[in-house]
């Protein structure tokens, strides 16, 4: 039985490494991102326009 729980307390701390490598990408990702974009005045005139048509 003690066995089965450490495996069970393994596993969950296998997935939460895996959630937390996956945010920190996303988040790295999308710094990039805005390193290479300029920043918001082009994303803030998209949002009208796509508010106009709607």
């Known amino acids: 039985m003690f066995t089965g729980i450490l495996k ?5 701390l296998l997935l939460v490494a895996f959630h937390v490598v996956h945010i920190l990408r996303l988040v790295h990702s999308f710094c990039v991102l805005r390193a290479r974009l ?4 082009r994303i803030k005139s998209r949002e009208l ?6």
Request: aromatic share 6%; hydrophobic share 25%.
């Open 8 to 12: 069970m307390h393994t596993l969950q």
């Open 38 to 41: 300029p920043t918001a005045p």
């Open 49 to 54: 326009t796509t508010a106009q048509y709607h």
